[in-house]
């Protein structure tokens, strides 16, 4: 997934450019198709049982009776909640904390030793406490993921507000331009290349936290399913969790992608 | 060119600043004074590092001096005022905005509706030639071309005064003297006071009214020479023996 998927192609075909063809359309299936195909090929030549290796028709027969009984669609949505509600908070403190910091000398500080410190705990042991305190329910698993991606988001958006040239925020103060009129002008245009890469760090991330948050306390969702069908060795079902965990991620993913082709076109020379 | 009695619209009384950190302390200015007519050009001419720059900061209310004090209109200046525009070094256009929404930009802080902004921006991109530029991003534009555009950026919502810190320095010496040229054009148009920082000598003479020389640091207002060449100026008057005889005091009294 270089900088432009397929649907920027179209857009951009309907903006009315001659597409050059794109060998990427191609090899990325192509590659798809090899690795399903070769790893097929291991498990008719090794005889791997199904609770070891599944092969790629099983795991397709499992995902059509996982859709079918509803169960995927189930923990799927869970997960999504969760990941939805961990992106929303996570990102809207990271981002409001880290424009204070980039303001403030002072502020950064005092609060920097607590802010690395916090990093020095791995999620995984913190988790257990938040589900003790905030219940099994979806809170515990929004704050996990919330707190997840919080760090490098922050840190993005210190150094995207910081990398604002010093001669135009000049130039904003010799025009009067409010705090709100500096931000909206200058600071939030000039710090979106640095706060897209918080945000593809972010969704990434989102997902990790809301699958260490199911493995700690859940009855529902994609790291429970997971867990679940390890406990039945129903492989082929953890395959189908996996599956569509990498999905979520990468749907994100390109989702902000997406998002970044649009709004920072200015940076992509025109070819 | 000002009436005899007319008062300053721009001054400096005994404009001093230091540059204090932990261990050392830097005099960049010694006490500058100085006063500005309305519809004057002033150029502050000195060697590099004398606090040219500072000075204009400090006329442009950016900085506040260590003592001293500004006034405009008669009235202190404290913080920086939409009637005193700038004119940066390097052309400091927004690279996310055409160059017709960043001329557009003072106007749209101001708040004025966005497509009277843009249509007024378009005037003044006219003005300096760029009117088919007008959807380009920076990107596309030539140094040359930037700098006009930051140039009519700081012309169009009509400050009163404009402070030029070496605008045009980073440019090759030819495009440089066009846009010397265009400048004096745009302001024998539309009178405007403008101060102007530079360290090319002929630029001064061919540009201002007066020239204000500055010592090394720590700066100070050593001369103020009036240059007496009429208006309207052109680039031939470059080779007059006047323009000479002034290059030649303003290069004996920077040595």
């Known amino acids: 997934m270089q900088r432009l998927g397929e649907l920027v192609s179209a857009l951009q075909r309907k903006r009315g450019r001659v597409p050059r063809f794109n060998w990427e359309y191609v090899l990325i299936p192509a590659v798809l198709v090899a690795v399903i195909f070769f790893w097929d090929l291991l498990v008719r030549w090794r005889g791997y049982p199904a609770f070891l290796l599944p092969s790629p028709a099983r795991v397709a027969a499992r995902f059509l009776v996982a859709v079918r009984d509803g169960s995927l669609r189930l ?6 909640r969760e990941v939805f509600g961990g992106l929303a908070l996570g990102l809207s403190v990271a981002i409001l904390l880290g424009y204070a910091l980039a303001k403030s000398r002072t502020l950064e500080r005092i609060l920097a030793p607590y802010l690395v410190a916090s990093q020095a705990i791995p999620i995984v042991a913190l988790a257990p406490l938040l589900v003790i305190w905030f219940g099994t329910g979806a809170l ?24 604002v040239e010093a001669d135009l925020m000049d130039l904003m103060r010799s025009l009067q331009a409010t705090r709100w009129q500096t931000f909206r002008y200058l600071e939030l245009p000039a710090a979106l290349p640095v706060l897209f890469g918080g945000l593809k760090i972010g969704v ?13 306390g859940a009855d529902r969702g994609l790291g429970f399913l997971v867990n679940l069908a390890r406990g039945l060795f129903d492989t082929p079902l953890m395959f189908v969790a996996l599956f569509t965990l990498m999905a979520i991620a990468l749907g994100l993913y390109f989702l902000v992608s997406l998002l970044e082709s649009l709004l920072l076109r200015w940076r992509w020379p025109e070819e | 060119m000002n009436e005899p009695n007319a008062t300053p619209i721009l001054v400096a009384d005994r404009v001093q600043m230091t540059f204090a950190s932990a261990d050392s302390r830097l005099e960049a200015l010694a006490e500058a004074t100085f006063s500005v007519m309305p519809n004057e050009f002033v150029c502050l001419i000195g060697p590099s590092g004398c606090g040219k720059s500072t000075l204009l900061r400090i006329l442009g209310g950016l900085v506040r001096p260590t003592s001293g004090r500004v006034l405009f209109e008669g009235r202190p200046l404290t913080h920086p005022l ?4 700038f004119l940066f070094q390097r052309a400091t256009l927004m690279p996310w905005r055409t160059a017709l929404r960043n001329v557009a930009l003072p106007l749209e802080i101001e708040g004025v509706p966005r497509a009277q902004a843009e249509a007024r921006a378009l005037e003044f991109l006219r003005l300096v030639g760029l009117e088919e530029f007008a959807q380009a991003l920076p990107r596309d534009l030539s140094g040359g071309m930037s700098h006009r555009v930051a140039l009519a950026r700081a012309l169009v919502y009509d400050p009163d005064v404009l402070l030029l810190d070496e605008p045009f320095a980073a ?4 495009t440089r003297e066009q846009l010397n040229w265009e400048l004096l054009r745009i302001w024998q148009a539309r009178r405007k006071t403008v101060v102007m920082v530079t360290h090319n000598i002929q630029e001064a003479i061919f540009l201002s009214d007066h020239v204000l020389v500055m010592s090394p640091r720590p700066g100070r207002i050593e001369h103020k020479v009036p240059i007496e060449i009429p208006r309207p100026r052109s680039l031939d008057d470059l080779y007059s023996p006047q323009f000479l005889e002034l290059t030649r005091t303003l290069r004996a009294y920077l040595r």
């Open chain 1, 75 to 80: 923990h799927t949505l869970v997960t999504l």
């Open chain 2, 171 to 174: 440019l090759d010496a030819l």
């Open chain 1, 140 to 163: 515990s698993k929004i704050l996990v993921c919330a707190l997840t991606l919080f760090f490098p988001v922050l840190i993005n958006t210190i150094v995207g507000i910081r990398s």
């Open chain 1, 204 to 216: 990434a991330l989102s997902v990790i936290g809301a699958v260490v948050s199911e493995f700690v």
């Open chain 2, 82 to 85: 939409r009637r005193i525009g």
